[in-house]
T-cell receptor
Framework: DQQVKQNSPSLSVQEGRISILNCDYTNSMFDYFLWYKKYPAEGPTFLISISSIKDKNEDGRFTVFLNKSAKHLSLHIVPSQPGDSAVYFCAASGDSGGSNYKLTFGKGTLLTVNP | NAGVMQNPRHLVRRRGQEARLRCSPMKGHSHVYWYRQLPEEGLKFMVYLQKENIIDESGMPKERFSAEFPKEGPSILRIQQVVRGDSAAYFC??????????????FGPGTRLTVL
């Protein structure tokens, strides 16, 4: 039973354009959401997060949008750069009796940004 | 500026042997988490430890797997009598002490375990 779903295994965009990565979740107890980026042979690197009390959080070229009613979040990267090419994982937490340490990850989306 | 360190990076074991994976958290961090990533899957939580304490091991398989984080030294994830299904990437993460529960977890590069 996958509680965090990233339905697009891969996404290809042109340099300079917008990349939109999507994530859906099923557990209504989740209240904190994160995006991690992962290069081959490395561990995940934290990118950006959002609490359920917000619907948008922005950090430079990265913006995360949260739609709680739809149980959907998305990561926008503008403008996309070749160095953004990596696997992006959506993660959620909050179903551990109020604690947010237990992250539940999606399967990831491979983003390729073409020069 | 050492991040989370894991060793070995690659580990090959035959069925029935023991695997020991080590994790040194970031300097100043006292919370350690272990995750497992099976092929084509996302990372799955295994265990959360603080110094000398197991806080949550709800993601650990009931048998053959154990974890510790001693007062001195790295955290150890131990898998006894490995089977082929244990082949995976094992990631360790750490976060600072006294956190609110939403502190960012910083991940190590992982140990890729292959069971022959």
């Amino acid at each position: 039973d996958q509680q965090v779903k990233q339905n697009s295994p891969s996404l290809s965009v042109q340099e300079g354009r917008i990349s939109i990565l999507n994530c859906d979740y099923t557990n209504s107890m989740f209240d904190y959401f994160l995006w991690y980026k992962k290069y081959p042979a490395e561990g995940p690197t934290f990118l950006i997060s959002i609490s359920s009390i917000k619907d948008k959080n922005e950090d430079g070229r990265f913006t995360v949008f949260l739609n709680k009613s739809a149980k959907h979040l998305s990561l926008h990267i503008v403008p996309s750069q070749p160095g953004d090419s990596a696997v992006y994982f959506c993660a959620a937490s909050g179903d551990s009796g109020g604690s947010n340490y237990k992250l539940t990850f999606g399967k990831g989306t491979l983003l390729t940004v073409n020069p | 500026n050492a991040g989370v360190m894991q060793n070995p990076r690659h580990l090959v074991r035959r069925r029935g042997q023991e695997a020991r994976l080590r994790c040194s958290p970031m300097k100043g961090h006292s919370h350690v988490y272990w995750y497992r990533q099976l092929p084509e899957e996302g990372l799955k939580f295994m265990v959360y430890l603080q110094k000398e304490n197991i806080i949550d091991e709800s993601g650990m398989p009931k048998e053959r797997f154990s974890a510790e984080f001693p007062k001195e030294g790295p955290s150890i994830l131990r898998i006894q009598q490995v089977v082929r299904g244990d082949s995976a990437a094992y990631f360790c993460a750490s976060s600072p002490p006294g956190g609110s529960g939403t502190d960012t977890q910083y991940f190590g590069p992982g140990t890729r375990l292959t069971v022959l």
